[in-house]
Protein backbone atom coordinates (compact mmCIF):
# COMPACT_ATOMS: atom_id res chain seq x y z
CA UNK A 1 0.00 0.00 0.00
CA UNK A 2 1.34 3.32 -1.11
CA UNK A 3 0.25 6.66 -0.66
CA UNK A 4 0.84 9.81 -3.85
CA UNK A 5 -0.15 12.13 -1.54
CA UNK A 6 1.91 14.13 0.55
CA UNK A 7 3.77 13.22 3.78
CA UNK A 8 1.94 15.36 6.09
CA UNK A 9 -1.65 13.38 6.62
CA UNK A 10 -3.30 16.68 6.51
CA UNK A 11 -2.78 18.13 3.19
CA UNK A 12 -2.94 22.20 2.94
CA UNK A 13 -5.43 22.07 0.25
CA UNK A 14 -7.91 20.05 1.90
CA UNK A 15 -7.83 21.48 5.49
CA UNK A 16 -10.78 22.27 7.28
CA UNK A 17 -12.74 23.69 10.56
CA UNK A 18 -16.09 22.96 12.05
CA UNK A 19 -17.10 24.13 15.34
CA UNK A 20 -14.17 23.14 17.96
CA UNK A 21 -12.96 20.48 16.13
CA UNK A 22 -10.56 20.17 13.51
CA UNK A 23 -11.90 18.09 10.83
CA UNK A 24 -9.91 16.75 7.87
CA UNK A 25 -10.64 15.45 4.37
CA UNK A 26 -7.19 13.00 3.42
CA UNK A 27 -6.85 11.83 0.37
CA UNK A 28 -4.84 8.16 -0.06
CA UNK A 29 -4.69 6.26 -2.75
CA UNK A 30 -3.47 2.11 -2.19
CA UNK A 31 -2.89 0.24 -5.24
CA UNK A 32 -3.64 -2.71 -3.93
CA UNK A 33 -3.75 -4.89 -6.50
CA UNK A 34 -1.05 -7.90 -7.84
CA UNK A 35 1.65 -6.22 -10.20
CA UNK A 36 0.67 -6.53 -13.80
CA UNK A 37 2.76 -9.76 -15.91
CA UNK A 38 2.10 -11.81 -12.46
CA UNK A 39 0.69 -14.88 -12.51
CA UNK A 40 -2.65 -15.39 -11.14
CA UNK A 41 -2.42 -17.88 -8.73
CA UNK A 42 -6.67 -18.47 -8.54
CA UNK A 43 -6.08 -20.04 -12.07
CA UNK A 44 -4.26 -23.76 -11.31
CA UNK A 45 -5.50 -26.35 -14.03
CA UNK A 46 -3.31 -28.66 -11.71
CA UNK A 47 -1.63 -30.96 -14.36
CA UNK A 48 -2.51 -29.42 -17.36
CA UNK A 49 -1.94 -30.97 -20.79
CA UNK A 50 0.49 -33.13 -21.91
CA UNK A 51 1.47 -31.58 -25.08
CA UNK A 52 1.35 -28.31 -26.29
CA UNK A 53 -1.38 -25.78 -26.44
CA UNK A 54 -1.77 -24.15 -29.91
CA UNK A 55 -4.93 -22.34 -29.70
CA UNK A 56 -7.68 -21.12 -27.01
CA UNK A 57 -10.79 -19.50 -26.98
CA UNK A 58 -12.82 -17.91 -24.15
CA UNK A 59 -16.30 -18.28 -24.92
CA UNK A 60 -17.75 -14.19 -23.85
CA UNK A 61 -21.07 -15.25 -23.15
CA UNK A 62 -20.37 -18.03 -20.67
CA UNK A 63 -16.17 -17.59 -19.82
CA UNK A 64 -15.21 -20.70 -20.53
CA UNK A 65 -12.22 -21.40 -21.81
CA UNK A 66 -11.55 -23.60 -25.08
CA UNK A 67 -8.02 -25.09 -25.54
CA UNK A 68 -6.74 -26.59 -28.95
CA UNK A 69 -2.90 -28.19 -29.58
CA UNK A 70 -1.26 -31.84 -29.72
CA UNK A 71 -2.58 -33.00 -26.03
CA UNK A 72 -3.48 -36.68 -25.49
CA UNK A 73 -4.12 -35.48 -21.93
CA UNK A 74 -5.33 -32.68 -19.77
CA UNK A 75 -4.84 -32.68 -16.12
CA UNK A 76 -4.01 -36.81 -16.27
CA UNK A 77 -7.33 -37.25 -18.22
CA UNK A 78 -8.00 -38.67 -21.95
CA UNK A 79 -8.68 -34.95 -23.69
CA UNK A 80 -8.14 -35.60 -27.68
CA UNK A 81 -6.87 -32.39 -28.15
CA UNK A 82 -9.34 -30.18 -27.08
CA UNK A 83 -11.35 -29.45 -24.04
CA UNK A 84 -13.12 -26.92 -22.46
CA UNK A 85 -12.01 -25.76 -19.10
CA UNK A 86 -13.86 -23.50 -16.66
CA UNK A 87 -12.92 -19.67 -15.20
CA UNK A 88 -10.96 -21.08 -12.70
CA UNK A 89 -8.44 -23.93 -14.71
CA UNK A 90 -10.61 -26.70 -14.15
CA UNK A 91 -11.76 -29.47 -16.62
CA UNK A 92 -15.76 -28.93 -17.68
CA UNK A 93 -17.04 -32.02 -17.69
CA UNK A 94 -20.15 -31.61 -19.08
CA UNK A 95 -18.73 -30.79 -22.50
CA UNK A 96 -18.28 -34.28 -23.61
CA UNK A 97 -15.93 -34.81 -27.30
CA UNK A 98 -15.46 -38.37 -26.30
CA UNK A 99 -12.15 -39.39 -27.74
CA UNK A 100 -11.77 -36.14 -29.60
CA UNK A 101 -9.44 -35.31 -32.53
CA UNK A 102 -6.38 -38.05 -33.20
CA UNK A 103 -4.08 -35.01 -34.13
CA UNK A 104 -3.63 -31.35 -33.74
CA UNK A 105 -6.17 -29.31 -33.46
CA UNK A 106 -5.10 -25.81 -34.69
CA UNK A 107 -7.65 -23.33 -34.86
CA UNK A 108 -11.12 -22.52 -32.54
CA UNK A 109 -14.15 -20.47 -33.40
CA UNK A 110 -17.65 -19.60 -32.59
CA UNK A 111 -20.29 -19.04 -34.58
CA UNK A 112 -23.65 -17.46 -34.64
CA UNK A 113 -25.24 -20.09 -32.91
CA UNK A 114 -22.82 -20.85 -29.87
CA UNK A 115 -20.99 -23.84 -32.19
CA UNK A 116 -18.01 -24.77 -31.91
CA UNK A 117 -15.80 -24.97 -34.56
CA UNK A 118 -12.08 -27.09 -34.59
CA UNK A 119 -10.01 -27.13 -37.43
CA UNK A 120 -6.58 -28.83 -37.71
CA UNK A 121 -4.74 -31.57 -39.30
CA UNK A 122 -6.89 -35.04 -38.00
CA UNK A 123 -8.44 -37.66 -40.13
CA UNK A 124 -10.68 -38.71 -37.24
CA UNK A 125 -12.91 -37.07 -34.46
CA UNK A 126 -14.50 -39.27 -31.52
CA UNK A 127 -14.42 -42.43 -33.88
CA UNK A 128 -15.47 -40.73 -37.14
CA UNK A 129 -13.54 -40.54 -40.41
CA UNK A 130 -14.14 -36.70 -40.62
CA UNK A 131 -10.81 -34.57 -41.68
CA UNK A 132 -9.51 -31.46 -40.33
CA UNK A 133 -12.81 -29.27 -39.52
CA UNK A 134 -15.45 -30.29 -37.29
CA UNK A 135 -18.87 -28.39 -36.17
CA UNK A 136 -19.61 -29.11 -32.13
CA UNK A 137 -22.15 -28.26 -29.78
CA UNK A 138 -22.12 -26.59 -27.00
CA UNK A 139 -22.67 -30.26 -25.22
CA UNK A 140 -19.38 -31.37 -27.32
CA UNK A 141 -21.34 -33.73 -29.61
CA UNK A 142 -20.21 -34.02 -33.33
CA UNK A 143 -22.82 -32.07 -35.59
CA UNK A 144 -22.99 -34.76 -38.22
CA UNK A 145 -24.90 -32.64 -40.97
CA UNK A 146 -21.38 -30.42 -41.12
CA UNK A 147 -19.31 -33.09 -43.37
CA UNK A 148 -16.49 -30.38 -45.08
CA UNK A 149 -13.77 -32.45 -47.42
CA UNK A 150 -9.98 -30.80 -46.61
CA UNK A 151 -6.83 -32.37 -47.71
CA UNK A 152 -5.16 -30.71 -45.24
CA UNK A 153 -4.51 -28.81 -42.16
CA UNK A 154 -7.28 -25.37 -41.27
CA UNK A 155 -5.40 -23.13 -39.43
CA UNK A 156 -7.67 -19.85 -39.23
CA UNK A 157 -11.41 -19.98 -39.10
CA UNK A 158 -14.10 -17.19 -39.85
CA UNK A 159 -17.60 -17.64 -39.52
CA UNK A 160 -19.81 -15.59 -41.53
CA UNK A 161 -23.12 -14.23 -40.66
CA UNK A 162 -25.05 -16.29 -43.18
CA UNK A 163 -23.70 -19.68 -41.32
CA UNK A 164 -20.90 -20.02 -44.18
CA UNK A 165 -17.53 -20.64 -42.88
CA UNK A 166 -14.07 -19.23 -44.21
CA UNK A 167 -10.81 -20.82 -42.99
CA UNK A 168 -7.11 -20.96 -44.23
CA UNK A 169 -4.49 -23.40 -44.02
CA UNK A 170 -1.94 -26.13 -45.90
CA UNK A 171 -4.79 -27.50 -47.68
CA UNK A 172 -4.89 -27.17 -51.96
CA UNK A 173 -8.32 -29.14 -52.39
CA UNK A 174 -11.29 -28.45 -50.86
CA UNK A 175 -14.47 -30.68 -51.77
CA UNK A 176 -12.84 -32.02 -54.84
CA UNK A 177 -12.52 -28.11 -56.05
CA UNK A 178 -9.01 -26.45 -56.12
CA UNK A 179 -8.71 -24.23 -53.08
CA UNK A 180 -5.29 -23.34 -52.36
CA UNK A 181 -4.99 -22.49 -48.70
CA UNK A 182 -8.19 -20.90 -48.47
CA UNK A 183 -11.65 -21.43 -49.05
CA UNK A 184 -15.05 -21.15 -48.35
CA UNK A 185 -17.65 -23.41 -47.29
CA UNK A 186 -21.66 -23.69 -47.02
CA UNK A 187 -23.61 -23.86 -43.81
CA UNK A 188 -22.87 -28.11 -44.49
CA UNK A 189 -19.87 -28.07 -45.02
CA UNK A 190 -20.01 -28.44 -48.88
CA UNK A 191 -17.52 -26.35 -50.52
CA UNK A 192 -18.71 -22.76 -51.80
CA UNK A 193 -18.96 -22.03 -55.73
CA UNK A 194 -21.03 -19.14 -56.14
CA UNK A 195 -18.50 -16.42 -57.44
CA UNK A 196 -16.02 -17.51 -55.61
CA UNK A 197 -12.72 -16.87 -56.80
CA UNK A 198 -11.02 -20.27 -57.80
CA UNK A 199 -7.55 -21.85 -58.43
CA UNK A 200 -5.36 -19.44 -57.48
CA UNK A 201 -6.11 -18.16 -54.34
CA UNK A 202 -2.83 -17.75 -51.71
CA UNK A 203 0.57 -18.84 -53.38
CA UNK A 204 1.78 -19.80 -50.17
CA UNK A 205 0.36 -20.81 -46.43
CA UNK A 206 -1.96 -18.64 -44.90
CA UNK A 207 -1.73 -18.98 -40.96
CA UNK A 208 -4.16 -16.88 -39.29
CA UNK A 209 -7.49 -15.55 -40.20
CA UNK A 210 -9.14 -12.72 -38.31
CA UNK A 211 -12.72 -11.71 -38.95
CA UNK A 212 -13.35 -7.77 -39.98
CA UNK A 213 -16.31 -6.11 -41.21
CA UNK A 214 -18.81 -7.09 -43.88
CA UNK A 215 -17.60 -10.46 -43.64
CA UNK A 216 -13.57 -9.86 -44.54
CA UNK A 217 -10.67 -11.77 -43.09
CA UNK A 218 -7.77 -10.01 -41.96
CA UNK A 219 -5.05 -13.08 -43.86
CA UNK A 220 -1.41 -13.57 -42.69
CA UNK A 221 0.50 -15.95 -43.29
CA UNK A 222 3.59 -16.90 -46.08
CA UNK A 223 2.02 -16.00 -49.44
CA UNK A 224 3.03 -13.50 -51.54
CA UNK A 225 0.38 -13.32 -53.94
CA UNK A 226 -3.17 -13.30 -52.98
CA UNK A 227 -5.34 -14.36 -56.39
CA UNK A 228 -4.23 -11.60 -58.98
CA UNK A 229 -2.75 -9.47 -56.45
CA UNK A 230 0.64 -9.07 -55.07
CA UNK A 231 0.13 -9.25 -51.34
CA UNK A 232 3.07 -9.72 -49.17
CA UNK A 233 2.01 -11.85 -46.34
CA UNK A 234 -0.70 -9.98 -45.05
CA UNK A 235 -4.02 -9.26 -47.04
CA UNK A 236 -7.45 -8.33 -46.27
CA UNK A 237 -9.62 -10.93 -48.30
CA UNK A 238 -13.50 -10.39 -48.80
CA UNK A 239 -15.61 -13.68 -48.53
CA UNK A 240 -15.58 -14.09 -52.28
CA UNK A 241 -11.80 -14.60 -52.08
CA UNK A 242 -10.83 -11.42 -53.61
CA UNK A 243 -7.85 -8.88 -52.38
CA UNK A 244 -8.66 -6.22 -54.81
CA UNK A 245 -8.92 -3.15 -53.41
CA UNK A 246 -7.75 -3.90 -50.01
CA UNK A 247 -4.26 -2.93 -48.82
CA UNK A 248 -3.13 -1.91 -52.10
CA UNK A 249 0.22 -0.67 -50.75
CA UNK A 250 0.71 -3.76 -49.79
CA UNK A 251 2.10 -5.46 -52.64
CA UNK A 252 5.74 -5.74 -50.76
CA UNK A 253 4.76 -5.66 -47.44
CA UNK A 254 6.33 -8.77 -44.67
CA UNK A 255 9.62 -10.33 -45.78
CA UNK A 256 8.77 -13.13 -43.47
CA UNK A 257 5.77 -14.89 -41.95
CA UNK A 258 2.91 -13.03 -40.41
CA UNK A 259 1.37 -15.17 -37.63
CA UNK A 260 -0.28 -12.98 -35.72
CA UNK A 261 -2.98 -10.10 -36.74
CA UNK A 262 -4.74 -7.25 -34.66
CA UNK A 263 -7.46 -4.64 -36.29
CA UNK A 264 -7.23 -1.42 -34.28
CA UNK A 265 -10.34 0.76 -34.12
CA UNK A 266 -9.07 3.59 -36.35
CA UNK A 267 -8.89 1.02 -39.62
CA UNK A 268 -5.12 0.49 -38.73
CA UNK A 269 -3.39 -3.75 -38.09
CA UNK A 270 -0.92 -4.65 -36.24
CA UNK A 271 0.88 -7.12 -37.57
CA UNK A 272 3.72 -9.73 -35.81
CA UNK A 273 5.50 -12.93 -36.64
CA UNK A 274 9.05 -13.41 -38.15
CA UNK A 275 9.61 -10.80 -40.43
CA UNK A 276 12.41 -8.16 -40.43
CA UNK A 277 11.02 -5.42 -42.39
CA UNK A 278 8.07 -4.22 -44.12
CA UNK A 279 7.82 -2.35 -47.32
CA UNK A 280 11.71 -2.09 -47.29
CA UNK A 281 12.06 -0.72 -44.06
CA UNK A 282 13.26 -2.12 -40.21
CA UNK A 283 10.36 -3.43 -38.34
CA UNK A 284 11.70 -6.48 -36.11
CA UNK A 285 8.39 -8.88 -35.90
CA UNK A 286 5.95 -6.55 -35.01
CA UNK A 287 4.78 -3.72 -37.67
CA UNK A 288 1.84 -1.23 -37.60
CA UNK A 289 0.48 -0.79 -41.08
CA UNK A 290 -2.40 1.66 -42.23
CA UNK A 291 -5.94 0.55 -44.13
CA UNK A 292 -3.94 0.94 -47.56
CA UNK A 293 -1.44 -1.35 -46.26
CA UNK A 294 1.22 1.41 -45.87
CA UNK A 295 3.64 1.14 -43.10
CA UNK A 296 2.73 3.30 -39.82
CA UNK A 297 6.09 4.89 -39.06
CA UNK A 298 4.62 6.10 -35.90
CA UNK A 299 4.67 2.75 -34.40
CA UNK A 300 9.04 1.65 -34.09
CA UNK A 301 9.54 -1.13 -32.29
CA UNK A 302 13.25 -0.86 -32.42
CA UNK A 303 15.32 -4.65 -31.89
CA UNK A 304 11.95 -5.55 -31.10
CA UNK A 305 11.35 -8.89 -29.86
CA UNK A 306 14.87 -11.00 -30.32
CA UNK A 307 12.72 -14.63 -31.67
CA UNK A 308 9.11 -15.42 -33.32
CA UNK A 309 5.83 -13.74 -32.37
CA UNK A 310 2.97 -15.93 -32.13
CA UNK A 311 0.08 -14.30 -30.74
CA UNK A 312 -1.03 -11.03 -30.20
CA UNK A 313 -3.81 -8.71 -28.24
CA UNK A 314 -4.75 -5.50 -27.75
CA UNK A 315 -5.85 -4.26 -24.15
CA UNK A 316 -8.76 -1.36 -24.67
CA UNK A 317 -6.71 1.43 -23.69
CA UNK A 318 -4.27 0.25 -26.84
CA UNK A 319 -1.73 -1.12 -24.76
CA UNK A 320 -0.53 -4.47 -26.81
CA UNK A 321 0.27 -7.72 -25.49
CA UNK A 322 2.71 -10.22 -27.25
CA UNK A 323 3.87 -13.79 -27.07
CA UNK A 324 6.33 -15.93 -28.53
CA UNK A 325 9.63 -17.43 -28.53
CA UNK A 326 11.20 -13.94 -27.77
CA UNK A 327 13.57 -13.41 -24.63
CA UNK A 328 13.93 -9.83 -24.91
CA UNK A 329 12.03 -6.64 -26.08
CA UNK A 330 14.31 -4.09 -27.66
CA UNK A 331 16.92 -5.39 -25.54
CA UNK A 332 15.39 -5.69 -22.41
CA UNK A 333 14.48 -9.24 -21.35
CA UNK A 334 11.05 -10.25 -21.81
CA UNK A 335 10.63 -14.28 -21.13
CA UNK A 336 7.97 -14.94 -23.87
CA UNK A 337 5.54 -12.55 -22.65
CA UNK A 338 5.49 -8.50 -23.56
CA UNK A 339 3.17 -5.48 -22.95
CA UNK A 340 3.95 -2.63 -25.62
CA UNK A 341 2.73 1.03 -25.57
CA UNK A 342 0.54 2.03 -28.12
CA UNK A 343 3.45 3.32 -30.07
CA UNK A 344 6.02 0.27 -29.70
CA UNK A 345 7.76 0.88 -26.98
CA UNK A 346 8.35 -1.31 -23.89
CA UNK A 347 5.79 -0.93 -21.32
CA UNK A 348 8.17 -1.64 -18.10
CA UNK A 349 5.42 -1.69 -15.40
CA UNK A 350 3.92 -4.69 -17.31
CA UNK A 351 7.01 -7.91 -15.98
CA UNK A 352 6.49 -11.45 -16.32
CA UNK A 353 9.69 -11.84 -14.47
CA UNK A 354 10.99 -15.04 -15.47
CA UNK A 355 7.95 -15.28 -17.80
CA UNK A 356 7.27 -18.82 -19.64
CA UNK A 357 9.34 -21.17 -19.59
CA UNK A 358 8.90 -22.43 -23.20
CA UNK A 359 7.16 -20.71 -26.19
CA UNK A 360 4.21 -19.27 -25.82
CA UNK A 361 1.53 -20.19 -28.96
CA UNK A 362 -1.93 -18.15 -27.74
CA UNK A 363 -3.29 -15.64 -25.49
CA UNK A 364 -6.11 -14.41 -25.49
CA UNK A 365 -7.83 -11.26 -23.21
CA UNK A 366 -10.78 -12.50 -20.77
CA UNK A 367 -13.38 -9.69 -19.85
CA UNK A 368 -11.85 -9.34 -16.62
CA UNK A 369 -8.62 -7.67 -18.70
CA UNK A 370 -6.87 -10.76 -17.49
CA UNK A 371 -4.50 -12.78 -20.02
CA UNK A 372 -4.98 -16.41 -21.19
CA UNK A 373 -1.48 -18.04 -22.50
CA UNK A 374 -1.48 -21.29 -23.45
CA UNK A 375 1.97 -22.82 -25.35
CA UNK A 376 4.52 -25.62 -25.27
CA UNK A 377 6.04 -23.91 -21.12
CA UNK A 378 5.92 -26.04 -18.14
CA UNK A 379 6.51 -23.21 -15.64
CA UNK A 380 5.50 -19.45 -15.59
CA UNK A 381 7.51 -16.99 -13.39
CA UNK A 382 8.78 -20.00 -11.80
CA UNK A 383 5.85 -21.71 -10.96
CA UNK A 384 4.17 -25.01 -12.19
CA UNK A 385 1.48 -23.94 -15.17
CA UNK A 386 2.14 -26.66 -17.48
CA UNK A 387 1.01 -25.62 -20.97
CA UNK A 388 -1.76 -22.69 -19.67
CA UNK A 389 -1.73 -20.41 -17.34
CA UNK A 390 -3.65 -16.91 -16.45
CA UNK A 391 -1.83 -13.38 -15.88
CA UNK A 392 -2.81 -10.77 -14.50
CA UNK A 393 -3.22 -8.04 -17.44
CA UNK A 394 -3.50 -4.84 -14.67
CA UNK A 395 -5.81 -2.84 -17.05
CA UNK A 396 -9.49 -3.42 -15.84
CA UNK A 397 -12.08 -3.08 -19.19
CA UNK A 398 -13.87 0.54 -19.73
CA UNK A 399 -11.27 2.12 -16.35
CA UNK A 400 -8.09 4.16 -15.41
CA UNK A 401 -6.91 3.27 -18.75
CA UNK A 402 -9.46 3.94 -21.47
CA UNK A 403 -10.32 7.66 -19.60
CA UNK A 404 -6.57 8.63 -20.15
CA UNK A 405 -6.53 7.43 -23.91
CA UNK A 406 -9.39 9.99 -24.32
CA UNK A 407 -6.95 12.67 -22.81
CA UNK A 408 -3.74 11.71 -23.85
CA UNK A 409 -1.41 11.02 -26.93
CA UNK A 410 -0.23 7.83 -27.44
CA UNK A 411 3.74 9.32 -26.65
CA UNK A 412 2.19 10.68 -23.30
CA UNK A 413 0.41 7.16 -22.67
CA UNK A 414 3.98 6.22 -22.74
CA UNK A 415 5.35 8.64 -20.15
CA UNK A 416 3.93 8.23 -16.45
CA UNK A 417 5.42 11.95 -15.94
CA UNK A 418 2.46 12.84 -17.94
CA UNK A 419 -0.07 10.00 -17.85
CA UNK A 420 0.71 7.87 -14.65
CA UNK A 421 -1.33 8.23 -11.46
CA UNK A 422 0.54 11.01 -9.53
CA UNK A 423 1.45 13.17 -12.56
CA UNK A 424 -0.11 15.98 -12.57
CA UNK A 425 0.18 17.50 -15.73
CA UNK A 426 -1.97 20.85 -15.54
CA UNK A 427 0.04 21.80 -12.30
CA UNK A 428 -3.48 21.69 -10.77
CA UNK A 429 -2.95 20.06 -7.53
CA UNK A 430 -4.70 17.37 -8.50
CA UNK A 431 -2.85 14.30 -10.00
CA UNK A 432 -4.60 11.92 -12.78
CA UNK A 433 -6.01 9.33 -10.68
CA UNK A 434 -7.85 12.12 -8.40
CA UNK A 435 -8.75 13.72 -11.76
CA UNK A 436 -10.22 10.20 -12.94
CA UNK A 437 -12.09 9.60 -9.57
CA UNK A 438 -13.87 13.11 -8.58
CA UNK A 439 -14.45 13.75 -12.10
CA UNK A 440 -12.18 16.68 -13.59
CA UNK A 441 -9.86 17.07 -17.35
CA UNK A 442 -6.05 16.13 -16.81
CA UNK A 443 -4.54 18.40 -19.10
CA UNK A 444 -7.20 21.86 -17.80
CA UNK A 445 -6.93 23.49 -14.83
CA UNK A 446 -9.38 22.43 -12.30
CA UNK A 447 -12.68 24.59 -11.88
CA UNK A 448 -15.08 22.49 -9.76
CA UNK A 449 -14.85 21.72 -6.48
CA UNK A 450 -13.52 18.41 -4.95
CA UNK A 451 -15.01 16.73 -2.21
CA UNK A 452 -16.68 19.02 0.31
CA UNK A 453 -17.12 18.56 3.85
CA UNK A 454 -20.41 19.86 5.20
CA UNK A 455 -22.95 19.03 8.35
CA UNK A 456 -26.24 17.48 8.45
CA UNK A 457 -28.82 17.39 11.47
CA UNK A 458 -29.54 13.08 12.05
CA UNK A 459 -31.59 11.96 15.11
CA UNK A 460 -31.35 15.33 16.74
CA UNK A 461 -27.95 15.76 16.82
CA UNK A 462 -25.23 17.22 13.77
CA UNK A 463 -22.59 14.85 12.00
CA UNK A 464 -20.33 15.52 9.40
CA UNK A 465 -20.85 14.96 5.99
CA UNK A 466 -18.94 14.33 2.89
CA UNK A 467 -19.70 14.92 -0.82
CA UNK A 468 -18.09 14.11 -3.73
CA UNK A 469 -18.57 13.24 -7.45
CA UNK A 470 -17.90 9.51 -8.21
CA UNK A 471 -17.83 7.31 -11.15
CA UNK A 472 -21.15 5.61 -12.14
CA UNK A 473 -19.39 2.93 -13.65
CA UNK A 474 -16.15 2.51 -11.70
CA UNK A 475 -14.67 -0.99 -12.90
CA UNK A 476 -11.28 -0.04 -11.13
CA UNK A 477 -11.62 2.13 -7.99
CA UNK A 478 -13.47 1.72 -4.86
CA UNK A 479 -13.95 5.10 -2.84
CA UNK A 480 -14.05 4.17 0.86
CA UNK A 481 -14.95 6.58 3.41
CA UNK A 482 -13.20 6.64 6.99
CA UNK A 483 -13.38 8.23 10.23
CA UNK A 484 -10.45 8.98 12.47
CA UNK A 485 -10.02 10.74 15.72
CA UNK A 486 -6.26 10.59 15.61
CA UNK A 487 -5.06 10.33 12.02
CA UNK A 488 -3.81 6.82 13.13
CA UNK A 489 -6.83 4.29 13.59
CA UNK A 490 -9.28 4.86 10.85
CA UNK A 491 -12.95 3.31 10.79
CA UNK A 492 -14.75 2.53 7.75
CA UNK A 493 -18.30 4.73 7.16
CA UNK A 494 -19.37 3.71 3.80
CA UNK A 495 -17.85 1.88 0.71
CA UNK A 496 -18.98 2.54 -2.97
CA UNK A 497 -18.92 -1.42 -3.18
CA UNK A 498 -22.20 -1.63 -1.23
CA UNK A 499 -23.17 1.58 -3.14
CA UNK A 500 -23.67 0.62 -6.40
CA UNK A 501 -25.57 3.70 -8.34
CA UNK A 502 -26.94 3.66 -11.91
CA UNK A 503 -27.42 6.88 -13.67
CA UNK A 504 -27.03 7.88 -17.33
CA UNK A 505 -24.08 11.11 -15.93
CA UNK A 506 -20.89 9.64 -15.70
CA UNK A 507 -20.47 10.90 -12.67
CA UNK A 508 -22.87 11.45 -9.80
CA UNK A 509 -22.94 13.84 -6.36
CA UNK A 510 -22.59 11.27 -3.38
CA UNK A 511 -22.92 12.47 0.40
CA UNK A 512 -21.92 10.29 2.80
CA UNK A 513 -22.65 10.81 6.83
CA UNK A 514 -20.62 10.20 9.86
CA UNK A 515 -21.86 8.44 12.36
CA UNK A 516 -20.68 10.12 15.30
CA UNK A 517 -22.36 13.61 16.45
CA UNK A 518 -20.32 16.56 17.13
CA UNK A 519 -19.54 17.61 20.72
CA UNK A 520 -18.51 20.92 21.96
CA UNK A 521 -15.57 20.93 23.23
CA UNK A 522 -15.22 16.74 22.54
CA UNK A 523 -12.44 15.01 20.46
CA UNK A 524 -11.50 16.14 17.17
CA UNK A 525 -12.82 14.22 14.30
CA UNK A 526 -11.31 13.34 11.02
CA UNK A 527 -13.18 12.35 7.32
CA UNK A 528 -11.59 11.12 4.60
CA UNK A 529 -12.12 9.61 1.61
CA UNK A 530 -9.60 6.61 0.16
CA UNK A 531 -9.32 5.45 -3.44
CA UNK A 532 -8.31 2.15 -3.82
CA UNK A 533 -7.78 1.31 -7.08
CA UNK A 534 -8.55 -2.09 -8.49
CA UNK A 535 -6.46 -2.33 -11.73
CA UNK A 536 -2.55 -2.14 -12.44
CA UNK A 537 -0.20 0.89 -11.00
CA UNK A 538 0.82 2.54 -14.54
CA UNK A 539 4.14 3.49 -13.54
CA UNK A 540 7.08 1.81 -11.64
Do not use: C
Request: without cysteine.
Amino acid sequence: MSSLFPSSPIASWLRFFAAASVVALVPWLAAETPAPGSLDPSFHPSHGANDSVTTLLIDPASGKIYLGGWFTQFNNQPHGNIVRLNSDGSVDGSFAVGTGGNGEISALALDGDGNILAGGFFDQFSGANVANLVRLAPSGSRDTTFTPSINEQVHGINPQADGTVVIGGWFDVVGGQSRRHFARLTGTGAVFTDGFGQGSLANNLVNVLVPVGNGDSLVGGLFTRFNTANRGRIARVNNLGSAAGHLVQADVGANGSVNAIAPLPDDQILIAGNFTSYAGQQRVRIARINGDGTLDTAFNPGLGPNATVHAIAVQPNGKIIIGGAFQTYNGVQRRRLARLHPNGSLDTTFDPGLGASNTIETLALDADGNILIGGRFETFAGEPRIRVARVFGGEVPGGYGVWAATYFSPEQLADPDISGFSADPDFDGWNNLQEYAFGGNPLEPRTAAGPVLGTAALNGSTVLTLSFDRLTDAPDVLYIVEASTDLATWTSLWSSQDHPVSAAESYVRTTVEDNVPIVDGGPARFLRVRLVYLGATPEA
